[in-house]
């Protein structure tokens, strides 16, 4: 089945700074999500981007199929955006269902 | 509010027992999936559904049966509990297959 490697695995930040979340993953994709879990456990759905660009707010994502990766971006950083972000796909031809990647594990300092 | 209600929030279980963690959404959404979320793992898919009726299997089915009887319930059963099926389980549903997923706020389940 597919693969999908998330880089860093942690990555502690002051609040107020920008920072880069990466999803790489090995095959073709039909659908690529990006995921919040929250301190309390929540999952909170962030971006449905299996091809270009999309934004919200502070948040932003890129998604570039052909070379099988994906970027989620973080400007401006809050405490509450600490947790862990996930990044989903789902394999085009392959099984039905979201592939989860082990996510980033962010934490916002004061 | 629209959205996912899982049930229970949390349970102990004894090994051997029977257990039907309950997920029910009213956003009319066709597809509906099983997680479960493990440290180190993170989310595997355990059983999905595309639509009322149809029932598929995922990454981690053994041990688990779902069934679909309509387009709202997907209740996922646990047979005869085991420890290593100790777990964080959430239920998600989507529009269609590969469409945005939506999540509930999962089930702590701990078999001893």
């Known amino acids: 089945g597919i693969q999908v490697e998330q880089s860093p695995p942690d990555l502690i930040l002051q609040e107020g700074a920008n920072s880069t979340l990466r999803c790489n993953f090995s095959?073709?994709?039909?659908?690529l999500q990006w995921f919040h879990q929250n301190p309390w456990g929540q999952l909170i759905n962030l971006f449905y981007i299996p091809s270009g660009t999309k934004q919200n707010g502070r948040l932003s994502a890129t998604t570039v199929a052909t070379e099988r990766y994906s970027l989620l971006y973080i400007s401006s950083s809050q405490t509450t955006d600490s947790g862990v972000y996930f990044c989903a796909v789902e394999e085009r031809g392959g099984a039905d269902g979201l592939t989860f990647g082990k996510g980033t594990h962010l934490i916002i300092q004061p | 509010i629209a959205g996912i209600t899982q049930a229970p929030t949390s349970q102990i279980l004894a090994a051997g027992r029977r257990m039907t963690l309950r997920c029910t959404q009213d956003?009319?959404?066709?597809?509906m999936y099983w997680y479960r979320q493990d440290l180190g793992l993170g989310l595997r898919l355990i059983h999905y559904s595309n639509t009322a009726g149809t029932t598929g299997k995922g990454e981690v089915p053994d041990g688990y049966s779902v069934s679909r009887a309509n387009t709202d319930d997907f209740p996922l059963t646990l047979a005869s509990a085991v420890p290593s099926q100790t777990s964080v389980y959430f239920c998600?549903?989507?529009?269609?297959?590969?469409?945005?997923?939506?999540f509930g706020q999962g089930t702590r389940l701990t078999v001893v």
């Open positions: 956003m009319r959404h066709n597809a």
């Open positions: 998600a549903s989507s529009v269609n297959l590969n469409t945005e997923a939506f």
């Open positions: 095959d073709s994709v039909n659908n």
